[in-house]
């Protein structure tokens, strides 16, 4: 029955969208407003996933230019990068089929909040998603546990009726810091051996693979707070 049906938690970047151009970008345009080299295309990549001061702290190992820095990214995003994106192939389609079947969707991302939310008002499924949970402009929740714990709040759920959807260890680290089943895609940033040593446990080879998973959803019981997720 459509109830039974998990929330499904989706990640944006590497996810959702193929967002490289747009972060990298201004990646590239923070470290260079910083006097920094710009590393390769391959590092920049590295940037995609985790919290913009995770990245930037290693580099600048001070927190006041840490925020500036992160805010040198965010004014090239705001004006550029944010639009700077594609949606995956197939994500669309799926998105809408697995609303149809009844799953409530959210997005639990570590990008600004703000930024996320003009994304999702964007997307041509975005509408679907009945919340968007990014990070706080200053930093206070950034890294996935924290967010994930924002939207259980804010939706009212327990773990055990949720599911995790992302393509980077961050997504199935959070998950299984909260209880919850995570899924990997392989269509992001990430990949098999990462989300495996991540600990995810079932992987989605294409964003058509993600309702085959989810289609055998069997809650192992009818409370709120002690339910176990069990996806084939």
């Keep these: 029955m459509a109830h039974d049906r998990p929330t499904l938690f989706f990640d944006m970047d590497g996810t959702l969208i193929d967002s490289e151009v747009g972060i990298t970008r201004c990646v590239?345009?923070?470290?260079?407003?910083?006097?920094?080299?710009?590393?390769?295309?391959e590092e920049l990549r590295r940037w995609i996933g985790p919290s913009l001061r995770t990245s930037f702290a290693p580099l600048l190992h001070d927190a006041a230019r840490v925020e500036q820095a992160v805010e040198h990214y965010r004014e090239r995003f705001e004006s550029h990068g944010w639009a700077e994106h594609t949606v995956y192939a197939g994500i669309d389609e799926t998105v809408r089929a697995l609303?149809?079947?009844?799953?409530?969707?959210a997005i639990v991302t570590a990008k600004n909040e703000p930024h996320a939310r003009k994304i999702a008002a964007h997307l041509p499924f975005g509408h679907l998603f009945?919340?968007?949970?990014g990070a706080t402009?200053?930093?206070?929740?950034?890294?996935?546990?924290?967010?994930?714990?924002?939207?259980?709040r804010r939706l009212a759920l327990a773990p055990g009726q949720c599911v995790m959807i992302g393509d980077r260890h961050m997504d199935i680290e959070g998950a299984r810091h909260h209880g919850m089943r995570g899924i990997g895609v392989l269509w992001g940033f990430g990949g098999e051996v990462e989300l495996h040593a991540a600990g995810a446990l079932h992987i989605a080879m294409t964003p058509t693979h993600l309702p085959m998973l989810l289609a055998a959803w069997e809650p192992t019981c009818t409370s709120r707070s002690g339910c176990a997720v069990r996806v084939p």
């Design 28 to 41: 590239a345009h923070a470290l260079t407003r910083m006097g920094l080299e710009v590393p390769s295309d």
């Design 130 to 133: 009945e919340e968007v949970i």
């Design 99 to 105: 609303h149809a079947a009844g799953h409530r969707l």
């Design 137 to 152: 402009p200053d930093g206070s929740r950034s890294h996935k546990p924290e967010l994930i714990g924002e939207a259980l």
